[in-house]
């Protein structure tokens, strides 16, 4: 049960006495899926919020009327922003106007940035205005693609202190990022602008269902083969809510993409997470994908010193 290690990292890190407490990090350590009490109350601080720009636009905006209100009751609206790291990715505004040309991938674009001009002008202005938000242009990528190249960095470092990469999104297939050992998942736009703010993000001790992989694929047989074989049991076992965390020798033999695949699909067998651990392939992605030798090598250190390898499965 490593996704379980990082929400208990996360109490305990968080602590603050109000609203982390010493008893919920008690209760976590304690939860036992077959207690007759109710499940233990978990709030989780994420370390970073992702968005997309079809839900993150109203978040940005309710931070600017926040401003707003601040400057009439002669607040400094600076002190306004963002407490953890927010990305958002313009991914949701293309629409195709050309296609079956060299030049379609140029001429969708400039229709985009023509019919999205004030969105994008204001998303602009707010990458400026506030500290902790960065924008992730149009033509990059879409949101889970870059999560997984550019914006995860599985363990952050802040303040001197390393800790697991997490995250809540904006977008019900965040879980993608699970297939890369962080946890992650989508959440309303009124939780994840809470989180922006600091607050954090409850739910409920989650049941964890070990999910054990054997053998390879064989040749010819591709991840979408096995992503609809995985939900289809994982369906019939009605993980709704609950945590999946995959193991065994064939978990491991899976390519970085693979995994993700099957991470992706967690909203359609109903869980929260599909999580897969770190392990060496992971840091190979890390490496392919221009992560720098000595983060790869924190990476490594970090969750082997703290059982967060996938080796450390039973």
């Known amino acids: 049960m490593l996704c379980l290690r990082v929400l208990l990292e996360s109490l305990v890190r968080n602590v ?21 009490s109710p499940p233990a109350e978990v709030p989780f601080s994420p370390s970073r919020v992702l968005l997309q720009d ?59 940035f ?17 500290r902790n938000f960065r924008v992730v242009p149009p033509g990059v990528g879409i949101v889970h693609q870059v999560n997984l190249e550019h914006l995860a960095s599985v363990v952050t470092s802040r ?37 922006m703010l600091g607050e954090p993000v409850g739910l409920l001790a989650p049941d964890v269902v070990g999910f054990e992989l054997t053998g390879r694929l064989e040749p010819g047989v591709t991840a979408t083969d096995l992503v609809l074989t995985v939900t289809q049991q994982l369906r019939r076992m009605k993980v709704v809510g609950q945590f999946v ?36 392939t992971a840091l190979d992605y890390l490496r392919l994908t221009g992560r720098s030798a000595a983060h790869v090598d924190l990476v490594r250190a970090y969750c082997q010193a703290q059982g967060m390898w996938m080796a450390n499965h039973p």
């Open 159 to 195: 303040d001197g202190v390393a800790f697991p990469d997490s995250l809540v999104g904006t977008d019900s297939h965040t879980t993608m990022i699970n297939g890369l050992g962080v946890l992650g998942w989508g959440v309303g736009g009124i939780e994840a602008e809470a989180a």
């Open 114 to 130: 023509e019919r999205n001009a004030e969105r994008y002008a204001f998303l602009k202005w707010g990458q400026q205005a506030f």
């Open 54 to 112: 079809f839900t993150g636009v109203p978040a940005i905006v309710d931070l600017a009327a926040l401003r707003d209100r601040c400057a009439d009751l002669g607040v400094d609206p600076d002190r306004i922003n963002p407490r953890i790291p927010c990305d958002l990715v313009v991914d949701h505004s293309i629409q195709v106007d050309h296609f079956g040309n060299a030049q379609a991938l140029t001429r969708n674009l400039g229709r985009e």
């Open 16 to 36: 603050d006495g109000l609203r982390v407490t010493a008893d919920h990090v008690q209760a976590l350590a304690r939860w036992s899926p077959n207690q007759s």
């Open 245 to 280: 965390e995959f193991f065994g020798e064939g978990a491991a033999a899976l390519s970085l993409p693979d995994r993700a695949t099957i991470a992706n699909m967690a909203p359609e067998y109903g869980a929260t997470v599909g999580f897969f651990p770190v392990d060496e």
